[in-house]
């Protein structure tokens, strides 16, 4: 159980343009989804931590006009990447949690290259 | 600063044997502890998770342990097998709140 999916894996774009990218929880309903982004040879770090039908929650440094979350169902949320610029090339993981459950399960992740 | 610590960047383990990871916290608000390992490219696969009220917790190969004296925790695996050469993140929380990750440590199994 608890399987998470991201689209797509893989998205190379040219700067300026924007970029979705989607998460769901296949199995249970996730009333709580985290976007993290990972730096080659660096630890996960958090952007945003989003409830269903409530605004997200942005990290300190993360802009939330770049970063558009949108947690609109218990099963999808989505990363809008806006005006995507090459330094936003990185490796983007979602992760989900259900109500009373304190373990995150992850997705694949998407590798964005902007180019 | 670091509320997750993983030492070791890298540890190299022989087949059979066992593998220990270790990871030191400084909140002493944390409750709640996993460990995940990843491939590259790939999101984090959770491995195994403990409460603060317990001080180990098994699954098969792997067991975590618990000492919240020292604010310290360990994943051991045994035996280690090659398919667990991977990176391995330790990861805490407060209450129901986000994540706090380790910087990871590569396990390589040497065959």
């Known amino acids: 159980g608890a399987v998470v999916s991201q689209h797509p894996s893989r998205v190379i774009c040219k700067s300026g343009t924007s970029v979705k990218i989607e998460c769901r929880s296949l199995d249970f309903q996730a009333t709580t989804m985290f976007w993290y982004r990972q730096f080659p040879k660096q630890s996960l770090m958090l952007m945003a931590t989003?409830?269903?039908?409530?605004?997200?929650?942005?990290e300190q440094g993360v802009e939330k006009d770049k970063f558009l979350i949108n947690h609109a169902s218990l099963t999808l949320s989505t990363l809008t990447v806006t005006s995507a610029h090459p330094e936003d090339s990185s490796f983007y993981i979602c992760?989900?949690?259900?109500?009373?459950?304190?373990?995150?399960?992850f997705g694949p992740g998407t590798r964005l290259l902007v180019l | 600063d670091q509320q997750v610590k993983q030492n070791s960047p890298s540890l190299s383990v022989q087949e059979g044997r066992i593998s220990i990871l270790n990871c030191d916290y400084t909140?002493?608000?944390?409750?709640?502890f996993l460990w995940y390992k990843k491939y590259p490219a790939e999101g984090p696969t959770f491995l195994i998770s403990i409460s603060s009220i317990k001080d180990k917790n098994e699954d098969g190969r792997f067991t975590v342990f618990l000492n919240k004296s020292a604010k310290h925790l360990s994943l051991h695996i045994v035996p280690s097998q090659p398919g667990d050469s991977a990176v391995y993140f330790c990861a805490a929380s407060e209450g129901n709140e986000k994540l706090t990750f380790g910087t990871g440590t590569r396990l390589t199994i040497i065959p």
């Open positions: 909140n002493s608000m944390f409750d709640y």
């Open positions: 992760s989900a949690r259900s109500t009373g459950r304190e373990t995150q399960y």
């Open positions: 989003s409830n269903e039908g409530s605004k997200a929650t942005y």
